[in-house]
């Protein structure tokens, strides 16, 4: 090595140790993310502390997984969990629901660029169907042709009177409201376990309460045991009804 670049390094890391010691930091690209292009894409986003602070994939939204691919097949299906913070309390709507929203639009956005004849599959539980359904409505027309379907269970923002929406209680919706409508052309397939009263409100200091209790028709998706479709778990019917669009 000559001893001009015996002097370039070390004024390199010289300029590194003091930017160190002051606090500064060099900030460099990520690299692009990698994608693996199949003829369909499943993004899912998990609910509220579902599978504990640190999880992505949560404890409802693999049955539904399995059942998507199970109709498509394995070898033809690529799957995602959006990382977000999952949180409840005030954070929900401060920080957790903007994060969590940003977060699936960039997914979608690097699929439909990376993969433009994959169709996308979005699936939600709970908050994440609340981000689902929020990032949908908002998708301009050309995003919504990349579509497959939009499977949502214990969505709170459910509408009973919306075609797609399967609840045993008609006459009660999302304890944070009802979403007026869903974009022309998209497959909704939106379950409501029977007593879920995040998606089946009586009102909304009584929803609070059962969120913090038991809650166990809001966190027994995987099983049949309240689905309004007896024998078959509202996470099964999402992924069965999105893969077949009826």
Request: charged letters at 15%; hydrophobic letters at 35%; aromatic letters at 8%.
């Amino acid at each position: 090595m000559g001893r001009r670049e015996l002097i370039r390094r070390g004024q390199s890391v010289a300029v590194a140790t003091a930017m160190a010691a002051t606090g500064t930091m060099v900030m460099t690209a990520p690299p692009a993310q990698a994608v693996t292009c199949r003829a369909f894409t499943v993004i899912m986003v998990r609910g509220t502390d579902d599978g504990g602070s640190k999880g992505t994939m949560g404890t409802q939204l693999p049955t539904a997984l399995g059942a998507f691919a199970a109709r498509k097949g394995w070898n033809k299906v690529t799957s995602e969990y959006v990382t977000y913070p999952a949180t409840g309390d005030v954070r929900y709507f401060l920080d957790s629901m903007p994060r969590g929203r940003a977060a699936l639009k960039a997914k979608i956005n690097t699929y439909i660029a990376s993969c433009p004849s994959t169709k996308i599959a979005l699936l939600g539980y709970s908050q994440g169907a609340h981000i689902v359904g929020d990032v949908v409505v908002g998708m301009s027309a050309g995003r919504r042709g990349h579509l497959q379907g939009v499977g949502l269970i214990g969505d709170p923002m459910m509408n009973p009177r919306l075609t797609g929406s399967v609840t045993g209680d008609r006459s009660r919706g999302g304890m944070f409201g009802q979403r007026a409508s869903w974009p022309s052309g998209v497959f909704v397939y939106d379950v409501c376990n029977k007593g879920d009263r995040v998606c089946a409100s009586h009102r909304l200091v009584d929803s609070l309460g059962y969120v913090g209790g038991a809650a166990k028709q809001h966190t027994g998706y995987t099983g049949s045991t309240y689905s309004p479709i007896g024998g078959f778990s509202g996470a099964w019917l999402i992924g069965y009804h999105v893969a077949n669009r009826a």
